[in-house]
């Protein structure tokens, strides 16, 4: 299985929460998950990425978490901002060496001032 | 900014009307992809290029061909538009050797009426 599902499907935050959401997968064989960012009208652009051989990577207010045996990992933004408002995909890498990409379905967050 | 360039930025046509969409590059990269954006499904393959002349099919391409006669431009072509393929459309380019990371254009918005 190629999937890659994505929850929740939308995130309501007060300003300065914690906002998170989860992705899980299914083929073990995925070897590189990052994270994207999109705003309305734009491309998505990536925002952290992860390798399945470390448990965790911050960069700045975003921290990746992933669980190599439960086949999960999940974006955390820290003290959210409403400059975070936007659509976040995860993904993962198709190992076949072609640097293709699957998508989850996307989570649109909105965070309130 | 990966240099990448859609066009036409917006579209509207006819059901069964031909339509070709143009993503060029600035830098040289060697493989390309198109991906079809619509709400509830993320982002999904149409196709993608890992060399001049070289193309192959991703998840979505019935319907869809691609050409890519140049290292810089990569066109994907519906030969006859379908309501179905209404959706919002992404060039992305692999831009980090290792890791295969994407990067996106900003997307063509078709419309079949």
């Known amino acids: 299985q190629q999937q890659v599902k994505q929850s929740p499907q939308s995130l309501i935050v007060q300003k300065g929460g914690i906002s998170i959401i989860n992705c899980a997968y299914e083929n073990t064989a995925f070897d590189y998950f990052p994270w994207y960012q999109q705003f309305p009208g734009k491309g998505p652009a990536l925002l952290i990425a992860?390798?399945?051989?470390?448990s965790e990577k911050k960069e700045g207010r975003f921290t990746i978490s992933f669980n190599k045996s439960a086949k999960q990992f999940s974006l955390h933004i820290m003290d959210s901002q409403p400059g975070d408002s936007a659509t976040y995909f995860c993904a993962a890498s198709d190992p076949s060496g072609t640097y293709k990409y699957i998508f989850g379905t996307g989570t649109r967050l909105k965070v309130l001032a | 900014d990966a240099g990448i360039t859609q066009s036409p930025r917006h579209k509207v046509t006819e059901t069964g009307t031909p339509v070709t969409l143009r993503c060029h590059q600035t830098e040289n990269h060697r493989y390309m992809y198109w991906y079809r954006q619509d709400p509830g499904h993320g982002l999904r393959l149409i196709h993608y290029?890992?060399?001049?002349?070289?193309?192959d099919k991703g998840e979505v391409s019935d319907g869809y061909s691609v050409s890519r006669s140049k290292t810089e431009d990569f066109l994907l072509t519906l030969e006859s538009a379908t309501s179905s393929q209404t959706s919002v459309y992404f060039c992305?380019?692999?831009?980090?050797?290792?890791?295969?990371?994407?990067?996106f254009g900003e997307g063509s918005r078709l419309t079949v009426l």
């Open positions: 992860i390798r399945p051989d470390v």
């Open positions: 992305a380019i692999s831009r980090v050797k290792n890791t295969g990371e994407l990067f």
């Open positions: 290029s890992y060399g001049v002349k070289d193309t």
